[in-house]
């Protein structure tokens, strides 16, 4: 089953204008990660955020993490057309442990940057 | 380059079939996670493996198994393939576990036919 819920489900914008994806999840989580996937390729992790972390930035990302309403968005801000691609957002349950770790994935949201 | 790499990168058998899918994880990674992706299901996780031992459990198939072998890599085994088993096989690995970046391989795309 889906824990992650990434909305927009597709979002395309001009190059140079800034994206916004959003991911709700339904249980406690340690950590929540993003991940870009280019069509057919393998997944390329963006960035972690911890559960006690509201803000973290890496770059022209920006993810924040409310935990209240257990909701993420990620920011691509000033995009450009090789950030065209599916971007998902994995949660893992606050359950992990002892050597078991198990993300669970969003359906993704695909972006398309127009040059 | 996540330095997981996967092989075949590519596959195309019949239904009754069975394939290997091999993965050998990054340098140091204990952790090695598979997921399968498919249009419908999107990412769905299946099985995961730290030093050799079976630790985390997903949606995995009784016709589908996996191991870890004591040089780290992993094979996934999938038997009596259907139609609906096509999808994109990713194998991942990790340092360890919570709180880890988990780095994914490019995939194995299995097409049964």
């Known amino acids: 089953s889906q824990q992650g819920e990434e909305d927009p489900q597709a979002l395309s914008i001009q190059e140079g204008e800034n994206a916004t994806m959003n991911c709700s999840y339904k249980?406690?989580?340690?950590?929540l990660q993003w991940y870009r996937q280019n069509s057919g390729r393998g997944l390329v992790h963006l960035i972690l955020?911890?559960?006690?972390?509201r803000e973290k930035h890496s770059g022209r990302l920006r993810v924040t993490l409310d935990t209240s309403k257990k909701s993420s968005s990620l920011l691509i801000t000033a995009s450009r057309a090789a950030d065209t691609a599916s971007y998902f957002c994995a949660t893992d349950a606050l359950e992990s442990g002892a050597g078991s770790y198990q993300l669970t994935f969003g359906k993704g949201t695909k972006l398309s940057v127009i040059p | 380059d996540s330095g997981v790499t996967q092989t075949p990168k590519h596959l195309i058998t019949a239904t009754g079939q069975r394939v290997t899918l091999r993965c050998s994880p990054r340098s140091g990674d204990l952790s090695v996670y598979w997921y399968q992706q498919s249009l419908d299901q999107g990412l769905q996780f299946l099985i995961q493996y730290y030093n050799g031992e079976e630790r985390a459990k997903g949606n995995i198939l009784e016709r589908f198994s996996a191991q870890q072998f004591p040089d780290l890599h992993s094979e996934l085994n999938l038997s009596s393939l259907e139609l609906g088993d096509s999808a994109l096989y990713f194998c991942a690995s990790s340092v360890a576990g919570v709180g880890n970046t988990i780095y994914f391989g490019e995939g194995s795309w299995l097409t049964v036919v």
């Open positions: 249980t406690s989580i340690n950590n």
């Open positions: 955020i911890r559960s006690n972390e």
